[in-house]
Structure formats: structure tokens, C-alpha cells
């Protein structure tokens, strides 16, 4: 399958500060990415679709504000959490996916957030 | 609201019987369904999908049944092997493909050698 890196792995900041996270597909064009939320024990929760060169579209109840994402290129998209709070602190999974919506969507290692 | 459900959070199997795991939904504009396997510290991986109109899929060791009227899908891993230790999450679209699922909150299985 199609290989999805997201960097860095685990991330460690203060209160106050924002703290961005890369999602990258090496080997094929993502014309649409996703942004996911894991907490523990519970399921990966979609916080927003984002498709090259366009906003992203978050889901209900996620600030688009406080969770800012850039989807520059079709290799390339960033979410930065702004003004992080301890209760940001979270595993962040992103996804890539083709044109097609028949094609499975490729998922990266995810991003620890630990927010002091 | 958690529309799709595993009432499971953990399952474990000794190696070479098989392994069931089950997945309830809530909304039934859903049609396709899949399963992903996660290992500790990797992004989901897909394993296997169906199609609301059919009822079995299989695919090597793994088939996933669907019973629409009761809102349930299984996936039967059989016969199970100690590398199929992993966390699976049942998932679900809406738009008839992969994309933009829902995800339940997974079982852990272990399958014991």
C-alpha cells in the first residue's frame, strides 16, 4: 500500500504555545486528507477533511480557529494547533486518499501530543 | 453519539481458532463497511470492506459478515495466528466508499500461541 509518514511522532510543549504536525503521502498525489483524534480507548474521530488547494472542512464541534490545517500540495498537509491547552493533548492520525473514493484512504504512524 | 460500536474492547484467542469480532451500528444511512488493524504506535491499515448489498465478504483467513436488519457486522479471522494480535476497528461511510468513515472504538485481540 501507499506509505503515509506524519513527523514528528510524539511531541512534547507548554501551555500557550502551538505546535505544528506534518502529514505527508511519499508515493502517490493526495488529492484529499484527513485529520483524525484519538483519545484513549476511544475511536479515531474525524476532525476535518481537507482537499488540495481548498479550506478544509471540519466536522462539527472541532474549532477550525484553534485547529488550523493547510492542505498546500498533493503530498503535503499541516495541522497546527494553536494556543495548546492540556486537554489538546491527544494522538493526532492523518489519512491520504486519491481522486477516487473508491480507493482506501492510506493512514500515517500518528502524532503524540502532550501538552504541559 | 457513537454511531458504530464494539462492545468488545478486548478478545483473546488461542492460535489456530477462530476469532470473532462484532460491531454494532446506529444509523442506517450507512452502506459500506470496513474493518482496519492497528498496531501500537502505526496508523490503522485496511483489511477488509463490504458492500451493504451483500451479506459475506471473504478474503483469505478473514470474512466479514453483515445482517443490515440487525444493524451488525462480524469479522471472523479464522484460523487466527499470533501476528494477527492487533487493535480492529470497525468503520463506516455513508457515500458508498472508503472515504469520510466512522469509526468504532475497537477490540483488542491477542491471540495466544
Known amino acids: 500500500g501507499a506509505v503515509v509518514s506524519q513527523h514528528p511522532s510524539r511531541v512534547i510543549c507548554k501551555s500557550g504555545t502551538s505546535v505544528k504536525i506534518e502529514c505527508r503521502s511519499l508515493?502517490?498525489?493526495?488529492?484529499?486528507m484527513f485529520w483524525y483524534r484519538q483519545f484513549p480507548k476511544q475511536s479515531l474521530m474525524l476532525m476535518a477533511t481537507?482537499?488540495?488547494?481548498?479550506?478544509?472542512?471540519?466536522e462539527q464541534g472541532v474549532e477550525k480557529d484553534k485547529f488550523l490545517i493547510n492542505h498546500a500540495s498533493l503530498t503535503l498537509s499541516t495541522l497546527t494547533v494553536t494556543s495548546a491547552h492540556p486537554e489538546d493533548s491527544s494522538f493526532y492520525i492523518c489519512s491520504a486518499a486519491g481522486p477516487d473514493p473508491q480507493e482506501t484512504q492510506y493512514f500515517g504512524p500518528g502524532t503524540r501530543l502532550l501538552v504541559l | 453519539d457513537q454511531q458504530v460500536k464494539q462492545n468488545s474492547p478486548s478478545l483473546s484467542v488461542q492460535e489456530g481458532r477462530i476469532s470473532i469480532l462484532n460491531c454494532d451500528y446506529t444509523?442506517?444511512?450507512?452502506?459500506?463497511f470496513l474493518w482496519y488493524k492497528k498496531y501500537p504506535a502505526e496508523g490503522p491499515t485496511f483489511l477488509i470492506s463490504?458492500?451493504?448489498?451483500?451479506d459475506k465478504n471473504e478474503d483469505g483467513r478473514f470474512t466479514v459478515f453483515l445482517n443490515k436488519s440487525a444493524k451488525h457486522l462480524s469479522l471472523h479471522i479464522v484460523p487466527s495466528q499470533p501476528g494477527d494480535s492487533a487493535v480492529y476497528f470497525c468503520?463506516?461511510?455513508?457515500?458508498?466508499?472508503?472515504?469520510?468513515?466512522?469509526f468504532g472504538t475497537g477490540t483488542k485481540l491477542q491471540v495466544i500461541p
Open positions: 444509523n442506517s444511512m450507512f452502506d459500506y
Open positions: 481537507s482537499n488540495e488547494g481548498s479550506k478544509a472542512t471540519y
Open positions: 463490504i458492500s451493504s448489498i451483500k
Open positions: 508515493d502517490f498525489q493526495a488529492t484529499t
Open positions: 468503520a463506516a461511510s455513508a457515500r458508498g466508499g472508503y472515504q469520510k468513515v466512522t
